[in-house]
């Protein structure tokens, strides 16, 4: 176990660490990830074991965070000014320390027969969100396409409250190729399709959702085996994204359970 007290934002563990909270393409490169409170690191510690190196702030942090700094202690360890922490975690209020992880891989079943496929999320939380609702409802797989915000981002990682560590996901998809291959009915959601609740979703299922502003293109909405929309009152025209994903998985799972 080593101990380092950095206050020099010239430090290069510092530089790498805001590096890897800022930017996606630096996490893939080094195939790691921050995470950001008590929970997520206690959840992947559950799921993949101990975290490379445990950032915490000067000063008090959190009972639940002091706890787990004993629990981790035997690791790797890096104190920060608290402006400098800050500047690592995508909360204004943290609960006083980050983690170091190898962003983990999990394997996609062969045979999926409830999947969910995402068209250019832009939003971190609300990826997350659809991430750890998918969780919830007992989905298989989640396909991302290439213009899909980082699933493994702070703020994905911390809307998604540990979903990433247990569901199979496959990101930068061709969501077309994966949409011709499934073996069952696709759904796109729309605007004009037909009622969600008129459709038999006890077969293998994938829903296909869109961009938060402009939905789905018209060739992914082509391919699919059904348009379909949620019915609302008359007023609304649309739901957001991450609660149109609820609705349609939820029923989803109404029907099977």
């Known amino acids: 176990m080593s101990f380092k007290h950095i206050v020099s934002r ?18 893939r490169a080094e195939g790691k990830t921050l995470l950001d409170g008590v929970h997520l690191i206690e959840s992947y510690c559950q799921a ?26 035997h690791l790797n360890t890096m104190m ?14 943290s609960t006083g320390i980050l983690a170091l992880v190898k962003t983990p891989e999990i394997a996609v079943p062969i045979e999926v027969r409830f999947a969910l496929m995402l068209e250019d999320i832009q939003d ?23 213009g899909c915000t980082d699933a493994w981002s702070p703020k994905a990682l911390r809307g ?3 979903a990433q560590f247990l569901l199979p996901m496959i990101e930068g998809a061709n969501l ?14 729309t605007l004009d399709g037909v009622s969600l609740y008129a459709q038999d979703l006890s077969k293998p299922t994938a829903f296909v959702i869109g961009n938060e502003g ?10 699919a085996s059904q348009k379909i929309s949620i019915p609302m009152h008359q007023s609304l025209e ?8 609820a609705v349609c998985l939820f029923e989803r799972k109404r029907q099977v359970s």
Do not use: H, W
């Open 10 to 27: 010239d430090n290069p563990v510092f530089k790498t660490m805001k590096k890897l909270a800022e930017n996606a393409r630096e996490r």
């Open 48 to 73: 993949f074991g101990e975290p490379e190196l445990v950032i915490i702030p000067e000063g008090k942090s959190s009972l639940e965070a002091t706890q787990l700094m004993q629990q981790l202690e």
């Open 80 to 93: 920060l000014p608290t402006l400098m922490f800050a500047e690592l975690t995508p909360v204004v209020s």
């Open 124 to 146: 971190p939380g609300n990826l997350g969100s659809m991430l750890r609702t998918a969780l919830g409802a007992g989905v298989e797989a989640v396909y991302l396409s290439k």
């Open 160 to 162: 998604g409250q540990g």
């Open 176 to 189: 077309l190729e994966f949409i011709q291959n499934f073996a069952g009915n696709t759904y796109a959601t």
């Open 214 to 223: 402009a939905g789905l293109s018209a060739k992914v909405v082509q391919a």
């Open 238 to 245: 649309s739901l957001n994204a991450a609660a149109a994903t």
